[in-house]
């Protein structure tokens, strides 16, 4: 029994000795004082993360600083000192493996590629795991731009997740979100970014708590390529292509709440206003409003409407019984003739996303469709002199 007593004595002895002979680091200058302060925050967490400050390798020591400079509360006292470490390791592992992640500032690659989250959900711990899933995919690309369009056009098959309006919680995390197999475009966006992360491509999230057409918010992903900003979305079109820019050049940039914003891990000049939370300001974030707005000019994706006429959107329905949305061929006609056509939105599309024509105002129009029989169907609409959604039925 003594003999026991004096090996637990040993080994409870050794970890403190080795503890207290360490000598703590100097902290690098320009993360000094926040550090001071986040260990400050961590509660009886102080210990664990100086040390882990003072033993992590020299040529990770920025990064560490970094993280836990800039680290939110609840995770200065929740995180694991493994999860920190796989963070870190998981980042400079793809940094040596892939060239576009080699070449990237410090400044870019702690901030959006070192980064472990995107919002406040659950901090899974999904680097790893991730890389496994998406390194495949990018090792041939030649650069960037190929590497993203192959994470971003298979990210889908590989994850098996759809968007889906009966996800449980908005701000679903990416273990969740894959468990569910749904998430809408916050949570999509969310495993768009860390996808992106893993292979060391540069992603942050973005978009606006409400339209200026106040149909309601979205979320979308940003990326850094050659020194600049592009966006982009799990169901992706080309960089700086989709459906809602149109929607983004009309943000008002006099109101926070129709604002554009991209995320960040370190400090901005602003926070991202989160729907779900509305007096959370934990989110750092750009306003990045002026941007949308000229790409949008710039794109002209909408073209200029004269004096009379209008933009209308349509969704299209099963039934009325059955609001599950339909992507089908709908031509729209004017005496009988055919002016235009386009696909509705599809029940995995964003919610916001709809099917647009431009119109004369106070003019009817045809709208042609197949039933639920496959037989053509014809639904008159006359359109007004403001901008309006309407929704079609197949039965």
Same mark, same amino acid.
């Given at each position: 029994?003594? /003999? ?9 002895i ?7 002979q ?7 200058? &320009? ?11 961590s509660?009886d ?8 400050l003072?033993?992590?390798? &020299?040529?990770h020591y920025?990064?560490a ?16 000192i493994? !999860? ?43 680097r ?13 690309? &030649?650069?960037?731009?190929?590497a993203? /369009? ?8 590989v994850l098996?997740?759809?968007?889906n ?8 995390s990416?273990?969740q ?8 475009c ?50 992706p ?15 008002d ?7 554009? !914003? ?17 007096l ?5 974030a ?12 710039k ?17 299209? !329905? ?31 599309d964003d919610?916001? /996303? ?8 106070n003019?009817? !129009? ?5 039933d639920?029989s ?12 403001k901008e ?5 039925? &197949?039965d």
């Amino acid at each position: 029994m003594k /003999k026991i007593n004096c090996l637990v004595l040993v080994f409870t002895i050794i970890p403190f000795l080795a503890f207290s002979q360490i000598k703590n680091r100097v902290f690098l200058p &320009k993360y000094e004082a926040l550090l001071h302060t986040a260990l400050e925050k961590s509660g009886d967490r102080k210990d664990s993360l100086q040390y882990f400050l003072n033993t992590v390798p &020299k040529k990770h020591y920025e990064a560490a600083s970094f993280l836990i400079a800039y680290m939110p509360e609840r995770d200065l006292k929740s995180l694991s000192i493994p !999860y920190i470490k796989d963070q870190i390791d998981g980042a400079y592992k793809v940094k040596k493996e892939f060239s576009w992640c080699a070449k990237l500032p410090d400044s870019i690659f702690f901030n959006e590629v070192l980064a472990y989250y995107c919002f406040d959900e659950n901090r899974d711990n999904w680097r790893n795991d991730f890389y496994l899933k998406f390194s495949p995919l990018v090792k041939d690309s &030649k650069n960037v731009r190929e590497a993203i /369009k192959a994470v971003a056009t298979n990210i889908r098959n590989v994850l098996s997740v759809d968007y889906n309006v009966n996800r449980s919680i908005v701000n679903i995390s990416p273990f969740q979100s894959i468990k569910e197999k749904m998430a809408t475009c916050t949570g999509l966006s969310f495993l768009l970014v860390d996808a992106f992360r893993s292979v060391g491509i540069p992603a942050r999230m973005a978009g606006t708590p409400m339209w200026t057409n106040m149909k309601g918010n979205h979320s979308w992903v940003e990326v850094w390529v050659d020194g600049q900003w592009y966006f982009t979305e799990y169901y992706p079109e080309d960089l700086n292509k989709a459906w809602f820019l149109a929607d983004a050049g009309r943000a008002d940039i006099s109101n926070p709440r129709h604002w554009i !914003y991209a995320s960040s891990y370190k400090p901005k000049e602003t926070y991202f206003r989160l729907e779900w939370d509305t007096l959370s300001t934990a989110i750092h974030a750009e306003n990045v409003t002026k941007r949308y707005i000229d790409l949008y000019e710039k794109e002209k994706v909408l073209e200029n409407l004269k004096p009379d006429e209008v933009w209308i959107s349509l969704q299209l !329905y099963k039934s009325d019984k059955d609001l599950k949305r339909v992507s089908e061929k709908i031509a729209i006609e004017r005496d009988g003739k055919e002016l235009d056509f386009g696909f509705s939105p599809s029940p995995i599309d964003d919610l916001n /996303k709809f099917l647009k024509f431009k119109v004369t105002k106070n003019t009817t !129009y045809q709208f042609v469709y197949l039933d639920n029989s496959g037989k053509e169907k014809h639904s008159d609409i006359t359109v007004k002199d403001k901008e309006e959604l309407f929704t079609l039925y &197949k039965d």
